[in-house]
């Protein structure tokens, strides 16, 4: 299946297998399993936001309201947006600030705008299974091109290749790269471009850049996804879902611990 009619409470809430539920099992099974189910934070719902304005344009503007000017959600002009839009629907002070600087920088950078301009789908959800387990797996695209190219946004507090480096890292956007287009293939049978996600600074001037992983990260991201995925099957078959074990471990001190404490003794 292939729709852009979920929202993303009905995606989340799908009775299948997706990129932040892999991460959860590859930390342990346990933390899938019973993981809590948490309202939506204030930082999803800006996240939410600035999708909108980015994405979809036109509908940010019917939906949404930004008051850049009014700092005090007491004031009468907020309450008046809210009894409209709903609290999750109007952004003040900075948060509007935020929105509409990263909503302006985005849009008008060359690549990224020309890339928004195609035609093309946002919050594109794909649902199928995986066919080497027949689990039901999902994704959703940011924005995917009708000639085939996804690009996916990211805020982070460096945009620098390296500092970005570690985000892909820390946050493994590898395993998605990699998973996306696995998905995208196991339902079309078509193989995506290369998968390009946008990376924008959360401040002033909201500095980007572009970044295509190489083919390592892509190999080492299906890795890791395929990984995970097989143990969510085995997981699910077997109705057992583990956490750490429990037998004791061997513990060694990082590398960087033991190099300070030898400084330290030879001062």
């Known amino acids: 299946m292939i729709t852009t009619d979920l929202t993303n409470e009905q995606y989340h809430a799908h009775d299948s297998i997706s990129k932040s539920g892999l991460d959860l099992i590859a930390r342990s099974p346990a933390h899938w399993r019973y993981a809590e189910r948490n309202e939506p934070s204030r ?11 980015v994405l979809e344009p036109e509908l940010f503007a ?13 004031a009468s002009e907020y309450k008046q947006a809210v009894a409209v839009h709903g609290e999750d629907f109007v952004l003040t002070g900075k948060e509007a600030d935020y929105i509409a600087g990263m909503q302006e920088t985005i849009r008008s950078h060359a690549y990224v705008g020309d890339m928004l ?12 299974k995986d066919p080497v387990t027949g689990i039901d797996v999902r994704c959703r695209f940011d924005w995917l091109t009708d000639t085939g190219r996804p690009l996916d946004l990211k805020t982070t507090q460096d945009a620098r290749p390296d500092a970005f480096a570690r985000s892909v890292a820390n946050y493994r956007y590898h395993v998605q790269a990699a998973f996306y287009a696995d998905v995208w293939e196991w339902e079309t049978g078509e193989r995506l471009d290369r998968f390009e996600f946008v990376a924008v600074e959360k401040t002033m001037p909201h500095a980007l850049s572009v970044y295509r992983l190489d083919d390592e990260a892509i190999a080492e991201g299906r890795r890791l996804y395929r990984e995970a995925l097989n143990l969510y099957a085995d997981c699910l078959e077997r109705d057992e879902w583990p956490a750490y074990g429990s037998e004791p471990q061997w513990l060694c001190l990082p590398a960087w611990a033991v190099e300070y404490q030898e400084e330290e003794e030879i001062v």
């Open 62 to 74: 019917s939906q949404y309201m930004l008051l850049r000017n009014v700092k005090d959600r007491r």
């Open 43 to 53: 930082a999803m719902v800006i996240g939410s936001a600035l999708h909108a304005a």
């Open 117 to 128: 301009r195609q035609p093309g789908r946002a919050e594109l959800s794909v649902i199928t």
